[in-house]
């Protein structure tokens, strides 16, 4: 399992552009509060530590994963955004929940995502177990809601670089 073989928040700083020109927008699932407000702190932290100023990250919760899609596209409507990161979890239970929800999530982000443009990132976690979101939310798997972070800086440069023309980007 490669997940057991490493911490997925390792990763070089060095290789991530400055996000002070950029802003965010940041939108929490309520559902299992204590995993996703855990994400939510290794996520806005990230983006601070790479530059990102705090008046340019905008947040908003909404109930549940199922609702990622559409407070993302509110939020989207509502200010100038170069990426959105959704977190949520989504803890299988007994029955097959679990399935549409991640489904309709990944699913909406992706339609988000090409009809705008944009990075909308995805910052769900889709475990077993409890364990299984604790130990990805600050436990021995690192945070994905760095990882989220990360992946919306990379995403919204490369997005200013392109629309910018830039002839060459990284490297
Ligand atoms: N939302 C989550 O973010 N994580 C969950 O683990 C989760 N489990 C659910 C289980 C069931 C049986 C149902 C009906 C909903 C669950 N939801 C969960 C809430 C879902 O994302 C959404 O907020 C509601 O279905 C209302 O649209």
Redesign the pocket.
């Known amino acids: 399992m490669a997940s057991a073989l490493k911490n997925l928040s390792r990763y070089n700083d060095s290789e991530i552009p400055d996000a002070a020109a950029l802003s965010f927008g940041i939108v929490v699932?309520e559902?299992?509060a204590h995993i996703?407000h855990a994400l939510y702190e290794g996520c806005y932290d990230t983006l601070l530590r790479h530059g990102a100023k705090a008046e340019n990250i905008h947040t908003v919760q909404?109930?549940?994963?199922?609702?990622l899609p559409a407070g993302a596209r509110i939020l989207n409507g509502q200010k100038n955004l170069d990426a959105v990161i959704c977190l949520?979890?989504?803890?299988k239970?007994e029955?097959n929940?679990?399935e549409y929800?991640n489904q309709a999530v990944a699913q909406g982000l992706v339609n988000l995502s090409i009809a705008t443009g944009k990075p909308f990132i995805f910052g769900v976690l889709t475990p077993n177990d409890e364990q299984q979101a604790l130990d990805r939310a600050g436990g021995k798997h690192g945070n994905k809601g760095v990882e989220a972070a990360v992946t919306a800086i990379r995403m919204a440069a490369l997005k200013r670089g392109v629309s910018e023309g830039k002839k060459k980007i990284g490297f």
């Open positions: 699932a559902w299992n996703t909404v109930p549940g994963s199922f609702e949520g979890c989504v803890i239970g029955t929940h679990n929800i």
